[in-house]
């Protein structure tokens, strides 16, 4: 009896975060995103990692409060460690650029790498470039070769991805 309250505790507590992110949204849509942000930053206090991906982006940019990189730094950080992968192509590209943390490619590139894994076009073209231009890695065209595949496979056919991809095909690149 007790593993049951216990579990229909935990199912009620994750609904009610889900909720707070879909008023959040609801809330964002209608123009209220001061109130949004508030629902995105106490889904993420409590562990909801889009909670925090939305918290983070608002402080990325500076939308509705003053821009903050650190502070979305480790919203993006708590969002990517919960498994939210585009959170984790977002933390990727600060690294790679410098934006918010320290520049390092090398972090960049194992971000990029886990959030191609995990499904993001996007993620995974960075990662080819990183490999086709030899960044904080030994410069690999195999490799950027696959990941541009793959990013063609995942995103649009007509996308750089399938046109590096397709480049590299045609200069011998196994």
Same mark, same amino acid.
């Given at each position: 009896?007790?593993?049951?309250?216990?579990?229909?505790?935990?199912?009620?507590?994750?609904?009610?975060?889900?909720?707070?992110?879909?008023?959040?949204?609801?809330?964002?849509?209608?123009?209220?995103?001061?109130?949004?942000?508030?629902?995105?930053?106490?889904?993420?206090?409590?562990?909801?990692?889009?909670?925090?991906?939305?918290?983070?982006?608002?402080?990325?940019?500076?939308?509705?409060?003053?821009?903050?990189?650190?502070?979305?730094?480790?919203?993006?950080?708590?969002? *990517? !460690?919960? $498994?939210?992968? &585009? +959170? @984790?192509?977002?933390?990727?590209?600060? =690294?790679?650029? #410098?934006? /918010? %943390?320290?520049?390092?490619?090398?972090?960049?590139?194992?971000?990029?790498?886990?959030? *191609? !894994?995990? $499904?993001?076009? &996007? +993620? @995974?073209?960075?990662?080819?470039?990183? =490999?086709?231009? #030899?960044? /904080? %890695?030994?410069?690999?065209?195999?490799?950027?070769?696959?990941?541009?595949?793959?990013? *063609?496979?995942? $995103?649009?056919? &007509?996308?750089?991805?399938?046109?590096?991809?397709?480049?590299?095909?045609?200069? /011998? %690149?196994?």
């Amino acid at each position: 009896m007790k593993k049951t309250l216990m579990i229909v505790a935990l199912l009620v507590g994750l609904n009610l975060e889900a909720n707070m992110v879909e008023d959040g949204i609801t809330a964002s849509k209608s123009g209220n995103h001061k109130k949004a942000l508030e629902l995105f930053e106490k889904a993420c206090e409590n562990d909801n990692a889009m909670g925090c991906n939305y918290a983070a982006q608002a402080y990325n940019v500076g939308r509705v409060v003053q821009r903050d990189l650190d502070k979305a730094v480790v919203l993006f950080t708590k969002s *990517c !460690d919960k $498994g939210l992968m &585009d +959170a @984790c192509m977002v933390l990727g590209r600060n =690294y790679y650029i #410098g934006q /918010g %943390v320290k520049k390092d490619i090398v972090k960049a590139r194992e971000l990029l790498v886990h959030a *191609c !894994d995990g $499904g993001i076009s &996007d +993620a @995974c073209f960075k990662s080819g470039l990183i =490999y086709e231009l #030899g960044q /904080g %890695v030994a410069q690999d065209l195999t490799k950027a070769k696959s990941f541009y595949k793959k990013s *063609c496979e995942l $995103g649009e056919s &007509d996308n750089d991805a399938c046109k590096f991809h397709k480049q590299l095909t045609h200069a /011998g %690149v196994k």
